[in-house]
């Protein structure tokens, strides 16, 4: 008797307002439309996936002092957008981007609550945290956090959240909550009954070592991203073995990386479609706005089609505001200088490569067939696909490659839960104490 395959876990992330969205497709639509959203939800679930996913922006960021272009079509708030999502879908999870830093852990519950109530059990929080001051001015407290306290602050604040949700007994029963630590002393009663869930599901994006932890220790998900089989498998065995102190098993906590892809009728059509969306998505001019980001100072009277400056990059910059930095500035220069050197490429053409996501690239065949081999080899749990169209970027993948995926035994055929932890696998919380 053979054994089930390890079954695949999909999401879609809608691609919202950045680099990955290629704008000048004359099937781009609005960012902000509720059409848009609803489109890719309802194709996400007529997919089968678990869930529909939401980044959130505080702030809108700035370039040289100037708000940066991409920004002017606005950022709308996630859990508003699931919340009408609720109203037109039935078994997708509904995940939003919410800051720990900037909001409070009574608030945040009580409106996740009322999502998962709303949506029959479907909700999701991506915990993401921020040190930034720029977005700090937005709020009343502003940019106090120290970057050394963002995790303490994030895993007290959905510590706090679940001793809220779990006030409430199963039978419908409230009881008064006292949370005392070093962020949060709070008491009192919660106003949402318990929700379908038990608790809504926990996403951790981030790839570093304190990440890393904290989605050992809290996380039902964590959202990461890397570039090869290898790497992959590197990162899923080191965050599965960090369960075990927290008294977790390898199944309780998803890795699912943010990937691309791109399907062709052949390999070159593929390739050839791949190579036109990467020229569409890095154009001369965000080229150059990409390496201004990295060195930190003005550099419009570079030519894209020319070489990488030759000055070092200012680590100490704030050209750009209200973006995530990834790494040290004259470590990343040094890399691309490399990349550029050694494949004699222009400041566009290393922009491309060396900003490029992890992609599948193929025949749908293909593409169906190195997923699975990914989940198969303990690469992944599954994938949180990133389209490159709004809002139909993802209609090709839910009618090409589902379908092989299901054929193939790896992916489901129905829904079997109503929930999002059922989706996934994921237990639902018992009340504690």
Do not use: C
């Not at 999870?93 to 996740?112: D, I, K, M, S």
């Not at 008064?176 to 008491?187: E, N, S, Y």
């Amino acid at each position: 008797m053979t054994s089930r395959p390890k079954q695949m876990h999909l999401a879609a992330h809608f691609p919202g307002v950045n680099n990955t969205t290629v704008w000048t497709d004359p099937r781009s639509r609005s960012q902000i439309d509720f059409s848009s959203f609803e489109h890719l939800a309802r194709t996400a679930e007529r997919g089968l996936f678990d869930f529909f996913f939401l980044a959130e922006g505080l702030r809108l960021r700035e370039h040289n002092g100037r708000i940066h272009d991409l920004d002017v079509v606005g950022r709308p708030e996630s859990i508003t957008v699931l919340n009408a999502l609720a109203a037109v879908t039935e078994r997708l999870g509904l995940a939003a981007t919410v800051n720990a830093t900037f909001n409070e852990p009574y608030e945040l519950a009580r409106r996740f609550a009322s999502l998962d109530h709303l949506s029959g059990g479907r909700a999701a929080w991506n915990v993401v945290t921020s040190s930034d001051a720029f977005t700090g001015e937005n709020f009343r407290r502003g940019g106090f956090l120290d970057r050394a306290d963002r995790y303490t602050r994030a895993a007290e604040f959905v510590a706090a959240a679940r001793e809220l949700w779990d006030s409430w007994t199963p039978d419908g029963t409230p009881r008064p909550f006292v949370h005392t630590g070093r962020h949060f002393t709070i008491d009192g009663e919660f106003g949402v009954p318990r929700s379908p869930q038990g608790h809504p599901v926990v996403i951790q994006a981030g790839d570093s070592d304190e990440g890393r932890e904290f989605a050992a220790s809290t996380a039902d998900i964590i959202f990461t991203r890397h570039g090869s089989l290898e790497a992959g498998r590197a990162f899923y065995a080191d965050v599965k073995r960090r369960l075990a102190r927290y008294g977790r098993t390898p199944g309780e906590l998803k890795i699912m990386p943010g990937v691309t892809l791109v399907l062709g009728d052949t390999p070159a059509d593929a390739r050839e479609k791949a190579a036109e969306i990467r020229r569409q998505q890095v154009s001369p001019q965000t080229a150059i706005l990409t390496l201004e980001q990295i060195w930190g100072v003005d550099l419009s009277g570079y030519d894209p089609d020319g070489p990488l400056p030759d000055i070092d990059p200012d680590p100490e910059s704030q050209l750009a505001q209200g973006r995530v930095r990834h790494g040290d500035p004259l470590a990343v220069a040094a890399k691309w200088r490399a990349l550029s050197e050694e494949k004699g490429l222009s400041i566009r053409q290393t922009v491309i490569e060396a900003t490029g996501r992890q992609s599948f690239i193929g025949t749908p065949e293909a593409v169906a067939a190195e997923l699975a081999e990914f989940v198969a080899a303990d690469a992944a749990d599954g994938f949180i696909l990133v389209p490159h169209l709004t809002p139909g970027g993802l209609d090709d993948f839910v009618d090409r490659v589902v379908p092989l995926l299901q054929e193939r035994g790896v992916f489901r055929t129905a829904y079997t839960g109503p929930t999002l932890r059922d989706h996934l696998g994921l237990p639902h919380p018992g009340e504690r104490g």
